[in-house]
């Protein structure tokens, strides 16, 4: 069982980045999925969560109408697609699985099985 998350990295205040986390080992498609991130200091937060089919998003505040989360469950593999990058979205990113849900998400750390190894994003004034 593995999350791999991938498409951190350097960019400019107003940039865009697009991560991916493939799940491998066992299959995903049919679980709620959720990205969340750790910023230096900080404890790990919500950022965004999609049920099964991704009919059914969910963004914290801080980053809604910036960030979407999509699925591909031909591929096992969940996206987060990050516009208008702050300062403020640095972090470590982590991408996890929620075996207790299907049509639902969840915005809670703990509710999330398996995790990915995370993926650094640093934004740039």
């Known amino acids: 069982v593995q999350l791999q998350a991938s498409g951190g990295g350097l960019v400019q205040a107003g940039g865009s980045l697009r991560l991916s986390c493939a799940a491998s080992g066992r299959t995903f498609s049919s679980r709620a999925m959720g990205w969340f991130r750790q910023a230096p200091g900080k404890e790990r937060e919500f950022v965004a969560a999609?049920?099964?089919?991704?009919?059914?998003?969910y963004y914290a505040g801080s980053v809604k109408c910036r960030f979407t989360i999509s699925r591909d469950n031909a591929k096992n593999t969940v996206y987060l697609q990050m516009n208008s990058l702050k300062p403020e979205d640095t972090a470590v990113y982590y991408c996890?699985?929620?075996?207790?849900?299907?049509?639902?998400?969840?915005?809670?750390?703990?509710?999330?099985?398996?995790w990915g190894q995370g993926t650094l994003v640093t934004v740039s004034s």
């Open positions: 999609i049920n099964w089919s991704g009919g059914s998003t």
């Open positions: 996890a699985v929620d075996l207790s849900r299907i049509t639902t998400t969840s915005v809670s750390v703990y509710d999330h099985d398996y």
